[in-house]
């Protein structure tokens, strides 16, 4: 079993950066890809980007590519997302979870995810 914690969200202008932090707790972390996630009121959830265990490999949405950037600390267990350049339509409630390559299932859909944390918000003002 893993428990995430999203940390780092609040309010920020437009053209402003945040960093966020999702720690786990539970030794599958540094075996783990992971993925981040957010939801805007109205809105369903929405792939932000996804980082292998190790953290070599990441995708992003195209939504967010250039802008954003993922890392992990598997001897800390957790995982952060870089937000820069943001913009009023980033804001949203961002969720870590754990990718279980759930065969046949795209890394961009939220229902190959697992245990996902209580979420964090960011709020961009123009």
């Known amino acids: 079993q893993v428990q995430l914690v999203e940390s780092g969200g609040g309010l920020v202008q437009a053209g402003g950066s945040l960093r966020l932090s999702c720690a786990a707790s539970g030794r599958t972390f540094g075996t783990s890809d992971m993925g981040w996630f957010r939801q805007a009121p109205g809105k369903e959830r929405e792939f932000v980007g996804n980082?292998?265990?190790?953290?070599?490999?990441?995708y992003y949405a195209d939504s967010v590519k250039g802008r954003f950037l993922i890392s992990r600390d598997n001897a800390k267990r957790t995982m952060y997302l870089q937000m820069n350049s943001l913009k009023p339509e980033d804001t949203a409630v961002y969720y870590c979870?754990?990718?279980?390559?759930?065969?046949?299932?795209?890394?961009?859909?939220?229902?190959?995810?697992?245990?996902w944390g209580q979420g964090t918000q960011v709020t961009v003002s123009s």
């Open positions: 979870a754990v990718d279980t390559a759930k065969f046949g299932i795209v890394r961009t859909s939220a229902s190959r995810y697992a245990f």
């Open positions: 980082i292998n265990w190790s953290g070599s490999v990441t």
